[in-house]
T-cell receptor, first 114, second 111 residues
Framework: DTGVSQDPRHKITKRGQNVTFRCDPI?????LYWYRQTLGQGPEFLTY????????KSRLLSDRFSAERPKGSFSTLEIQRTEQGDSAMYLC????????????FGEGSRLTVL | GESVGLHLPTLSVQEGDNSIINCAYS??????FIWYKQESGKGPQFIID???NMDKRQGQRVTVLLNKTVKHLSLQIAATQPGDSAVYFC??????????WGAGTKLIIKP
């Protein structure tokens, strides 16, 4: 399978704990995005990387959230001191060099904060 | 602020009939729109896009119509099949990188 892969698929944690999600984009894609989706809603943009550079961050991304893409390949999204409101599906997507809206999404990492 | 919204949360269609999913947007300066399909437990999947210099664009069994006068776009699916059951989102490109998504319409196919 050469699509976008995310790990873990499901994470249950207690409030206050830290969690980290990993995304492996399609190998030839240089653009990588993180979105958050809650039940019944459309995805909300969190952040964007072009190669290893984080070019845009949403104001939704509080200081408890940090994302990295150190070598321009895989990316990690860390949430520190999780809160119940962080419970959501965290979606990663990648795209090629053309700036269209065609993003290739992974199946997401579902976070439940108890 | 700008937003993209959908008229109906759920649409039930008889198998074989055509489906029409509607979407309204508020930013008249928007120049690029995309439709995505999301099946249960999966990430969104690109269906079709349209730029504001077009009124209509066709793909395989799908057509997107854009009416800039009333800031409305629609997705038409011909001969709806069981595999079309999903939530459909319209999205609007904002800036260079962001997509602003509506809340989605759930399409239910009746046998």
């Amino acid at each position: 399978d050469t699509g976008v892969s995310q790990d873990p698929r499901h994470k249950i944690t207690k409030r206050g704990q830290n969690v980290t999600f990993r995304c492996d984009p399609i190998s030839e894609h240089n653009r990588l995005y993180w979105y958050r989706q809650t039940l019944g809603q459309g995805p909300e943009f969190l952040t964007y990387f072009q190669n290893e550079a984080q070019l845009e961050k949403s104001r939704l991304l509080s200081d408890r959230f940090s994302a990295e893409r150190p070598k321009g390949s895989f990316s990690t999204l860390e949430i520190q001191r999780t809160e119940q409101g962080d419970s959501a599906m965290y979606l990663c997507a990648s795209s090629g060099r053309t700036a269209t809206g065609e993003l290739f999404f992974g199946e997401g990492s579902r976070l439940t904060v108890l | 602020g700008e937003s993209v919204g959908l008229h109906l949360p759920t649409l039930s269609v008889q198998e074989g009939d055509n489906s029409i999913i509607n979407c309204a947007y508020s930013n008249s300066a928007s120049d690029y729109f995309i439709w995505y399909k999301q099946e249960s437990g999966k990430g969104p999947q690109f269906i079709i896009d349209i730029r504001s210099n077009m009124d209509k664009r066709q793909g395989q069994r799908v057509t997107v119509l854009l009416n800039k006068t009333v800031k409305h776009l629609s997705l038409q699916i011909a001969a709806t099949q069981p595999g079309d059951s999903a939530v459909y989102f319209c999205a609007e490109k904002q800036g260079n990188y962001q997509l602003i998504w509506g809340a989605g319409t759930k399409l239910i196919i009746k046998p």
